[in-house]
């Protein structure tokens, strides 16, 4: 029983993390149908920040707000250089951004260095509580409750405010909003870099859970995160909060009692999804 | 129009006989090794381009057809004989491996939005990659393992070549299937998706049948890669496999098979010459920054490429050329 629980929470931690970057990903395809391909690099990039940042400051607040806000500075570069260019067209999209991609994670190497490095925790985070029989790991439950809050706060922007309310327009019916007097390619911007900055708040709380960091690990999250997209079905914010929680559960579970499939678990989950819903969960848009 | 300029008849021919008597000038062999791998790459970048340039379906893991077959190829080297009959049975393989998979690959995510395709291909390459980093037992992981080659392929030249005369064999054959009845249809389903399903074809049907020709394409070229190396590793199926193939490509120009030869050329002298450079000054040693910014300019600046443009230039002074002989007209 102990162990169910401590793997539902190791499960659903790792599930936030990818929550925080796929969210971000699925929001600027559901309102601008950008795919961004670079999502992963501000995702690796908030890591390497945050560990940086907390070497530098010693704080590890500061170290993941700081990350955080990295990756909006970053991502608006990426939105003014890269995607403005090429909107209304996918396929330049899609090849833009992998470049974006390339360049960004091929500069961590520059500023920082190409072997991994290691992650710490505040004294604070370290150690776990005990409940009984059951062990939990502080870090983890932090990286709950930072989701939890995130997802709150998200939901609270999208459906209690004005912005929230022009976005959640703007997924629907983009025209339609620019006709009412709305700049949407503000709120565009304004999306982006929400997205940016979850990716890489993510990215910084990755970074002690895994315990090493390295350029490539934006690539394979990243991957994680389009894997969720399609199984929570693209520009819903609550299909990716479900699939990234079960991709995080079914992942730590497979990976304790059938390591053999763990691999292949998410992606059969994919597929699974593509051939009875292709959609996805949540997905109206096919 | 497209025997204008540098898709010439004469022009094509005049650089396939010059690459094969390049060998009577030089007897480097690095050189010969460098533009066996042009060769290479000309052949993957081509199949790429079937799929991007010709049909507009964008493929982010086209490297696990490339790496198929170059596993595929390696594997039976070394575990059996370096012989001919071993390596044409490991084309065999993968040829048949890559079929299956793009089969199964295409009729689960071309029906969809392009988006799905480029994210399942690159979800399913990742996958691979994770494969032949842990099935040690058979891949070494990634270290990776050499392998001997047979005879034919062990000298430098003659294995220059083979790889010279299969580029050509399969820039004849895919352009002979580019331009028969069913590439035109990619092309008009490339141009304009919904106006070819107005039309009463089965889109979902020719994107497939597109995918599985590029996926064979791309393990042949994988094959021939492992053989030049004498070795593997999973590198094969990184994304930067992927990424040389697309940039290629689009550099040579999408949608024009010779324009991946060419662009095949450029980038892999770039990279020659880049790597070169590192031992001037260390920035160069992260050179896949400048090979960003070479894509990511060419995405927005030249989308139609070396060729693409070229053939623009030439429209447009051909068009100019026609305006003013219809203004002088009336003045005699």
């Avoid at chain 1, 599930?15 to 971000?24: D, N, P």
């Avoid at chain 2, 491996?97 to 988006?115: A, C, P, T």
């Avoid at chain 2, 070229?221 to 689009?250: C, H, K, P, W």
């Avoid at chain 2, 991946?260 to 450029?266: N, Q, T, Y």
Wanted: charged residues 10%.
């Amino acid at each position: 029983m102990d162990v169910a629980i401590n793997l539902l929470v190791n499960g659903l931690a790792t599930g936030t993390l990818i929550f925080l970057l796929a969210s971000g990903l699925t929001l600027i395809f559901g309102l601008m149908s950008v795919l961004n391909f670079a999502h992963g690099g501000l995702f690796a990039w908030g890591a390497f920040a945050g560990v940086w940042l907390f070497g530098v400051t010693d704080s590890f607040l500061l170290a993941i707000v700081g990350a955080a806000v990295i990756g909006m500075l970053l991502g608006f570069v990426l939105e003014r250089v890269l995607i403005r260019p090429v909107y209304g067209d996918h396929i330049q999209q899609l090849l833009v951004t992998l470049g974006g991609m390339l360049v960004i994670s091929e500069l961590l190497k520059v500023f920082w260095s190409p072997n991994p490095i290691r992650a710490g925790l505040p004294d604070y985070l370290q150690g776990s509580i005990e409940l009984g029989d059951i062990i939990l790991i502080t870090y983890r439950l932090f990286v709950i409750a930072v989701g939890i809050a995130v997802y709150v706060g998200l939901h609270l922007l999208l459906t209690r405010t004005r912005l929230g309310l022009i976005v959640r327009a703007g997924v629907i019916d983009k025209e339609m909003v620019q006709a009412l007097g709305i700049n949407i390619k503000q709120v565009f911007t304004f999306v982006f870099l929400l997205g940016a900055g979850m990716a890489a708040l993510g990215g910084s709380l990755l970074a002690p859970y895994s315990g090493v960091i390295f350029a490539e690990m934006g690539m394979q999250y990243a991957i994680l995160a389009f894997i969720v997209v399609i199984v929570g079905g693209m520009g819903s914010v609550q299909g990716s909060m479900i699939a990234a929680l079960l991709v995080g559960v079914l992942g730590s579970f497979m990976a304790y009692f059938v390591p053999e499939l763990s691999l292949a678990v998410n992606m059969l989950l994919m597929l699974a999804v593509l051939l009875i819903k292709p959609s996805g969960l949540f997905g109206a848009k096919g | 129009m497209t025997t204008s300029g540098l898709l010439n008849h004469r022009f094509i021919l005049f650089v396939f006989l010059s690459l094969a008597v390049l060998p009577f000038l030089s007897d480097s062999r690095s050189l010969y090794i460098l533009f066996t791998q042009i060769f290479i790459f000309a052949i993957f970048a081509m199949s790429f381009d079937l799929l991007l340039g010709y049909t507009g379906i964008v493929s982010f893991g086209h490297c696990m057809f490339f790496g198929i077959g170059a596993y595929s190829v390696s594997l039976f080297l070394k575990n059996f004989d370096a012989s001919i009959g071993y390596f044409l049975l490991g084309v065999l393989v993968a040829i048949m491996l890559s079929g299956i998979l793009s089969y199964v690959i295409g009729m689960l995510s071309l029906r969809l939005k392009s988006h799905f395709y480029a994210m399942l291909t690159l979800a399913i390459s990742q996958l691979l990659f994770v494969l032949a980093e842990k099935w040690r037992s058979l891949t070494m992981g990634g270290d990776g393992f050499t392998f001997p080659v047979p005879e034919l392929f062990r000298d430098r030249l003659s294995f220059y070549y083979v790889c010279l005369l299969l580029m050509v064999m399969l820039f004849v054959i895919l352009r002979a299937f580019t331009r028969s009845p069913l590439g035109k249809v990619l092309k008009a389903i490339g141009q304009n998706e919904q106006r070819a399903e107005a039309l009463g074809y089965q889109i979902l049907h020719y994107k497939v049948i597109v995918s599985i020709v590029a996926g064979v394409v791309a393990a042949i070229s994988g094959g021939l890669y492992a053989v030049m190396l004498r070795f593997v590793n999973t590198q094969v199926f990184s994304i930067e496999t992927t990424l040389d193939a697309l940039l290629m490509s689009m550099i040579g120009g999408l949608g024009t098979l010779f324009g991946s030869i060419l662009g095949s050329g450029i980038v892999e002298l770039a990279h020659h010459g880049l790597t070169e450079l590192a031992k001037l000054h260390p920035i160069f040693e992260r050179w896949v920054i400048f090979l960003g910014l070479l894509y990511i300019l060419v995405v927005l600046c030249f989308p139609s490429g070396i060729v693409g443009s070229f053939q623009e230039w030439r429209e447009k002074r051909k068009q100019r050329s026609v305006q003013a002989a219809t203004i002088v007209e009336p003045v005699e």
